[in-house]
């Protein structure tokens, strides 16, 4: 299995452009998680999708932030407009289960290489 | 308060030496407690998951006080390729899945 894959991995843009972030989710899992990680706030959840349902996006932290699971195969992040504080690295993650009580080594979120966005 | 405290560190330890990382979750409710590992510039990965009895895995040891309210981590006998950041994750279901991931612990394994 190719593992979480993410693209683009990096991406430089301009204050005010759109940025669209792209995931593909292990094969299987039901489960697919938006994090974003900054020195200053560490990993931070952003969103996550069962059966690309939204389960919660408390997350998120403004309204210029959006994410879609179209099918189980592909999810996307999109942020508009932009701005430097956005500037961070976006990972994805995925997995059989959720972290809650459950069948041991089911739960593991596997993680993309992750986004490193820079907004000028 | 934070829901998940970590010591930032960074912990410098020479090879060979054992180090222990503890980490503190506030939410009495938590169900799941892992360790994930986090290199530089690269994406996180379990290292372990953490249950009630305590577990083991090679060098690692992991362990759970439910009462006190903390996770802690033991490397023995420690390698440069352990050096690493080292995530303490806790999770709970509130009506919905949440995951909270601590700041990490930064170990730096010398020669």
């Known amino acids: 299995d190719a593992g979480v894959i993410q693209s683009p991995r990096h991406e430089v843009t301009e204050m005010g452009q759109e940025v669209t972030l792209r995931c593909k989710p292990i094969s299987g899992h039901d489960y697919l998680f938006w994090y974003r990680q900054t020195m200053m706030r560490g990993l931070e959840l952003l969103i996550y999708f069962n059966n690309n349902v939204p389960i919660d996006d408390s997350g998120m932290p403004e309204d210029r932030f959006s994410a879609k699971m179209p099918n189980a195969s592909f999810s996307t992040l999109k942020i508009q407009p932009s701005e430097p504080r956005d500037s961070a690295v976006y990972f994805c993650?995925?997995?059989?289960?959720?972290?809650?009580?459950?069948?041991?080594?089911?739960?593991?979120?596997?993680f993309g290489p992750g986004t490193r966005l820079t907004v000028l | 308060r934070k829901e998940v405290e970590q010591d930032p560190g960074p912990f410098n330890v020479p090879e060979g030496a054992t180090v222990a990382f503890n980490c503190t979750y506030s939410n009495s409710a938590s169900q799941s407690f892992f360790w994930y590992r986090q290199d530089c510039r690269k994406e996180p990965k379990l290292l372990m998951s953490v249950y009630s009895s305590g577990n083991e895995d090679g060098r690692f040891t992991a362990q759970l006080n439910r009462a006190s309210q903390y996770i802690s981590l033991l490397i023995r006998d420690s390698k440069l390729s352990d050096s690493a950041t080292y995530l303490c994750v806790v999770s709970l279901n509130t009506g919905g899945f949440k995951t909270i991931f601590g700041a990490g612990t930064r170990l730096f394994v010398k020669a």
């Open positions: 993650a995925s997995s059989l289960a959720t972290g809650g009580a459950g069948v041991a080594g089911d739960n593991t979120q596997y």
